[in-house]
């Protein structure tokens, strides 16, 4: 059988089924599609396959949508773009699938099956209780309805089954793997009662449709490659090139899936407050290897665009790698620390306003303020949703703040009489934020540090490192804050002494 022609365009697809939150494997994989159409100067599809109407759930197709979006993983043609081969929905596309139905019916290269779901269940249990393999044993084959009906387990709606030959061929050329084999398969369904095509059947036949080049799945599908290979051999196709990648393992190195790993949710990593460059990087590294430099030494962080240049499915790994959170979260910090100040601050505000403290639309003295504090916290923070209890004590009326438990119990005896000296020696630097005085004297974390460090550590005796928790408490109601005399400029003289004298006051 001819392969697809080396000098057909490139053209990829992701086609996600739209039964749930959407699966990180399905970013995985797009990733790899896009990275190879874009280095090939080809095209990069999204097809939804929504043939399983039993699983199916409204929302999910607008999360894909949503998800694919957020990492940038950008489609040239889809449901929502349209394009040549349109529509790239496969409940739209039902009257394409039966004509080759019919065509390999008519080949007998399929037959109908009128077997009931409980005489199918029997047979299974039979196999597996006498250890034969499973599958399915050709009752119906080349009986007609009349005949089939006069024996048990009929069901009136037949489904239609390939007829796969006993010597199908079972080895076929991978991109990533090479020379592979599979299980012999079974008779397969193609067409299932409600008139809807199965997986196997609608995605050879829009992967021919659409002009398909290569095929990008996990290596779950492997078994199912001599079924598609024969589809394309029966309706006289030529088959798109495969690559099977390794599958995203959890610590235990088995499949992640979203009933055990919450991280198999794409949505569960937007909601975290990962970022989506730092993700897409972290995805890259479970199959292909990091830059290698001219000295030798491996890169692990490098952008989409390095990865598009280097991608070579001879240099994926078959095992994979497992799927560590300890290595995305330090690539995310990093990814953190890099953004512009004011790129940060407007990545925190969805969280900020989920959690309260910011309406949807600050005001610009609100965002100046957040700008502040984002400078703060930026190598503080490893997720974006971290934020929140360090940026809040900005955004509070002075009496509403909250002092949390364990900060409370870490104040020590002389706590008050340190709040004292804090606040006497304070309040001479009249002014506040960005207000120059007559004599040069302003509110500013230098001057308000050489204050506090004259009256509390020289005047009082505390030792530095002890002398400034009761501030830090009495300032953010934290026991770990932003830095303590930064914040202290950024909140104002007023908003400082007050907080100060409050919790002086409450001791």
Known sequence: MTKHSEDAPVRLRVAPSPTGDPHVGTAYMAMFDLAYARQQSGKFLLRIEDTDRARFREDSEQQLYDTLEWLQLTWDEGPDKGGPYAPYRQSERLDTY????DQLLADGHAYYCWCSSERLAEMRERQQKLKLPTGYDRLCHGKTEQERRELPGFNETPVVRMLVPDDVELTFDDLILGRTSAPKPDDQVILKADGFPTYHMAVVVDDHLMKISHVVRGQEWISSTPKHLLLYKWLGWDAPQFAHMPLLRDE??????????????????KEQGYLPEALVNFLALQGHPPVIEADGTEREIFTFDEFVERLDWGKINPAGAIFNLDKLNWLNGHYIRELEVGDFATRLLPFLHADGVLEAHPSLPELGRLKLVAELIQTRITLLSEATPLVKP?????????????????????????????????????????TPLGEGIEWTAAR?????????????????????GPLRTAVSGQKISPPLFESMEILGKAATINRLKRLHDEL
């Open 98 to 101: 039966k004509p080759y139905v």
């Open 252 to 269: 235990k190195k088995a499949k992640i899936s979203k009933r055990k790993n919450p991280w198999a949710r794409l949505t569960w990593f």
């Open 394 to 434: 900005f955004y509070v009326e002075d009496e509403d703040l909250e002092i949390a438990d364990d900060a409370r119990k870490e104040l020590k005896d002389n706590a008050k009489d340190v709040l004292a000296a804090a606040i006497t020696a304070l309040e001479p630097i009249s002014g506040s934020l960005g």
């Open 448 to 468: 308000i540090e050489q204050e506090l460090r004259a009256a509390i550590v020289d005047g009082l005796g505390v030792k530095p490192r002890l002398a400034f």
